[in-house]
């Protein structure tokens, strides 16, 4: 059973305070009873994740570690011996003494990394991570770096569009935050910004893969960073004397300059910029290296991620659209859409929020290329996690028993959790095997997990019923199926690589609404409500918001489009009308300012082409096969996809066959 | 020259002394020299070089034979009454054997020295220029091949005062009406003494659009500077940057003259230049090993766009890399880069490389490299201010490679060093020159072409590929005998290129020749007489595409004695020091040809004599020079050699001598000279009894200039050539003009100097008793020195290896 002392679930935050869940919240005893658990045992981890204002402020002392190799931190679920001053680590049960400033430790005075309550803690930590170094000398934390990375195969007015979102970033961003520029078209432009005799660019070739130890050596940082050159973040402010650089800015200095200093060069540059000079050979889209544009990012940045801790990223490949390219190495390397990516959109949002001006004017949308996307992605997540670590010492724990039978089993069971991982794991093996079913194989983990978790007699269909952990379950799945993850071919492989990143990269409760969008309706006779994901949902005097994570559709019923188009809401006897039309305006808007990146707004009207994206998303309860009973203004769905019903139908017939 | 046997002692008589003025056509003929044996030689009697002091007028054809030319060195006006001027093709021999094993006996070369460019004398008549519209009509211009063979048969005409039988005979129902003629009785054209085309040794023709595989490509300049840490501290880059800059205004003008810059150490910075830009633009290529451009256009502009842009970066550069660290000079990669910047257009390169620190390893790389420049046209120049040793041997392979050369400065000094810096790199681009040339040699049947020497690209057997050709470059043809000629037959030889004119591009570029030459080839099978051919094609600065067509006809004859009394020495040495040979074979060379005449010519003479012909007389001298020379010297450093072997290859004959037999003059008498004929005197005899300890001597070899301070000069001749009393010159000398007649005469001598051998010379101060007067006594050829010989030894030494020989 969750031991957990903090069991009662948190009304804030559906992902717990932790941020933290898990499929199976009670261990399976053994291996073969893991593997007959068809969910596999995961847990979903948001480390990073913007800090809970209800949660303790951050510790402000290094965390104390279990003896090496286990290093494990301190916390509520280690047992401790106040008496003897010892403290056995719930990990590997070694015994660890207090150190001498934990002298002071009693039963009634525990330091905050043992309440209870604080599964999940912050430590800051001075820049070594010496143990009791006092904070004073610990200096400023150094300053958050942006690199930009600017794709310029774009036609000159998107490019304005870009240059006047950058303008407006640059002059938002705090002036000790360094600033890098990376343009690339056909070839990669690394800008040196502390140059200022004339605009210095390293140009990388597109057409070759290249090493992160041969830009560090071709770019003369090899020796800076692994020979402990003596780097000066946040005091890069040596004069520059007759426009030699000084040899302090030798490092990754010249490239990375506080904006204060370069807001000029970094404006002129803006200014300059140009559509890629390179000729596009008739017939054929421009030729440009995304792939190496993105590895220098990610080579570049693993710089500064040694040399300026607090790391904040914030890199934005900006592609034009459609150009598929296919690279010897990266075959499958596919770059479309107008792109604003963020790896960690950490802390400062600033410098994102005009980026996404600059997209949804040119209608773009984020993406990030497959092969190289998810490989930076990757290590970049990675990074942040290493580098959230050591500076913010986050201690999350979960103490889970082992837990002994099949009714514990289900009572741990945590279906969105479950869905999600499903989820991802679907995707992944749509990525890396040729020729996976992803709907036959979730359909056979669905029947083997109603086998084994459901309460039925053999086959006997209708005996079938699941606990209440399970009871959405199946509904997941039937929309996953029939989701943008599974039902690819509707996207283009790099909108798809892109939803797959967000649900690799989004909170449970995010992804399960990219799965199972959810259905709220505005009418006159109730208040706003959730319906049932279902085209029966659908009636004449309704509106319907959908929020389908990436999309938001809000759909008039016939009655209330004609209403609208004769004007009513402008009349002040209808100002209720009025209301209604905007409320679920306000809702979606209160939507889109919550995520990142921002969600398409669809607003559309019963049987207007735009319905489709509502459409898209019901169950078909009813379609041209079942039209005859179909009561007036609702609607059908014209498809030959099976609906829910007959999906449980199947499924109970399915699950109890012995 | 006859010298009297050892125990007789002969008066001299006018031929006895060796000093006959060189031999031209019309000095009475002496069969042969002769030096007595060593005990009895009399040092001022043996053969020493004689200043031809007035200027001579030759006409290349008297009589309606080849008129032997002047001297290379001597000063004369050429007339061109059927063969072409000497300047432009001189033969080892001025009279060709009948056949192969004449010419294997006599032990003589048989090559032609071919200098496209040379530049003329200013009395003489320029090279006539012809449009091809005489020969081609419209309904010819849409058939390439046909056009071509109008201009074959064309050149056939040009040597029609050869009695060529054939004249239009073969082609008659090909001549386009307004050109034809009827033949007169000795079946040349009754018109041929009229027309230009047909009567002169050299014409010019402007090539038509039919002959053209491209459009006009503008003339591109590009420059590649060194900015590595050791070119900055040394002053290299400064100097380089300055004289770019001041050369800048020397490039010709117009919107077809393109110029790019770019730097490099261990990595290359390209700039844009454009004007719109506010800054100049600099895009640095990271990647040495795979290089590439970083940008596709922008990077070579015209320089009536960039001039202020350029010549402002030209200034930043030494600054902006001021305290540059980086030691690695990425010499191979930044050329391939700037070669890759400048392809689609060819042009020049010109790199300044001073950095000993090459990153990559300098090998075979280079040669491929450097086809593949010329291939597309781009010839590189390469200036080396170095202060240790940089693998000449391997760099030069490039410039030799596209028609280019080695500058070389060593060791670099930053006082002395820039001046010459900008005057060879002004010479350099504002010489008269051709772009995208191809040349072919063509001679009478009999004869074939052996092989090409010099700075250039071969990629056929019979073509020579010339990114680019200047008034300095020559070209060695060698030639061997396939067939017998008649006795008093002629043999002509004819030089054809293919050329662009660089400086403004008016009409379109010729068409880049192959196919034309291999047209040439089918019709040279029709030509049944005795011709050797030089067809230039070449592009000059002015970016027209012209055909520049040189002939040369000689007398073949079967006699052994004439071939040595009609030898050419300077050609024939040219050839030799062109060679590359060893130190024993230069000797022996010059045994074998002295032992052939004194077998078969001079059978009357007695044992006892050393017998040398007329024509020879020095050839002792130079092949001791030439042994003695920094080239072949076994004690110098290995790159002073290579770079030697890298002028030479390309050298003309009129600069290979003194390259080897320095020119010695006095300069503390100059004042007092009388003879004012000509600005500079009489030179001395390279021995060290002409050095005084009071005297100031200069001694130049048309590379170097040395001038040498003797011990006890007075310090008011010190004071007044270099402002100071003492000897505390330093040896980097910067030859400054005072407000006094010596200096003034001195500036005047060596301004002379530079302009006969078209260049700035390297002056160096040298100081008897400190190792650079060593070095300056080391080039007094006649002197006796460490393990070599004087030059009375060195003939003794010809005359017992002859003599051995002889029993």
Redesign the interface.
Known sequence: MAADPSAAPPAADPDGPDAVRLTWNAWPRSKIEASRCVVPLAAAVSPCRAPDPSAPPPLPYPPLRCKPPCSALLNPFARVDFAAKIWICPLCFSRNHFPPHYAAISESNVPAELFPQCSTVEYVVGGAGVPGAPQAQQGAPPPPVFLFVIDTCVIEEELEYVKMAMRKAVALLPEHALVGLVTFGTQVHLHELGFSDLSKIYVFRGTKEISKEQILDQLGLAGAGRTGFPKMPGQPGVPQVNGMHPPATAGVNRFLLPVSECECTLSTLLDELQPDQWPVEAGNRAIRCTGVALSIVSKDLSEPVRSHKDLDKDAAPHFQKAVKFYDGLAKQLVGQGHVLDVFASALDQVGLAEMKVAIERTGGLVVLSESFGHSVFKDSFQRIFEGGEQSLGLSFKKWVDGSTNTEELVEGFDQETAAVVLARYISLKMEMEEEFDATRWLDRSLIRLCSRFGDYRKDDPSSFSLHSNFSLFPQFMFNLRRSQFVQVFNNSPDETAFFRMLLNRESITNSVAMIQPSLISFSFDSPPSPVFLDVASIAADRILLLDAYFSVVIFHGMTIAQWRNMGYQNQPEHEQFAQLLQAPHEEAQMIIKGRFPVPRLVVCDQHGSQARFLLAKLNPSATYNSAHDVALGSDIIFTDDVSFQVFCEHLQRLAVQS | MRMPDMPCIMPPNALGHGMTPASTPKMPYSPHSQVSTPSKIDPTQIPRPIAERSVIIFETRQGGQAAIPPAASSEFIVKDTGNCSPRLMRCTMNQIPCTGDLLTTSGMPLALLVQPFSLPHPSEEPIQVFHLINCINTEYSQQPYDITTKLSNMETNCISYLYILMSFAGFSNDTPREYFCNLGPDGRRRDADERPELCRGTVEFIATKELMVRDPMPAVYFFLIDVSMNALNTGATAAACSAISQALSDLPEGPQTMVGIATFD??I???SLKRA????????????Q?V?T?????LILPISECRENLEQ?LE?IP??F??N??ADSAFGAAMKAAFLAIKSTGGKLLVFQSAHKLLQPVDKNLKTMALEFAKYQVCVDVFLATQSYVDIASISVVPNTTGGRVYYYYPFSALSDPAKLFNDLRWNISRPQGFEAVMRVRCSQGLQVQDYLGSFCKRVPTDVDLPAIDSDKAIMVTFKHDDKFQENSECAFQVIMLYMEAREILVPVPKFLSSFVIECKELLSLTDFCCIFSVRCYTTVFGQRRIRVMNLSLTCTNMLSNLFRYADLETQFTYVVKQGKQLDQVTSTCINVLQSYRKYCASVSSSGQLILPEALKLLPLYALALTKSIGLRNDGRLDDRSYWASIVSSISVVLAVPLVFPRMIALHDLILREDDESLVPTPLTLNSENIRDDGVYFMENGEDGLLYVGNSVHPAILEQLFGVSSAAVPNQLVLEQFDNELSRKVNEVVNEIRRQRCSYLRLRLCKKGDPSGDFFRSLLVEDKALGSLSYVEFLVHVHRQIQSKLT
Request: net charge negative.
């Open positions: 261990s990595a910075h390209f700039y830009q506010q800054q100049p633009l600099m895009l640095i290529v990271p990647d040495i795979d590439y970083p940008l596709q256009t922008d970066l930043s600054n902006m001021g305290n660290r980086v």
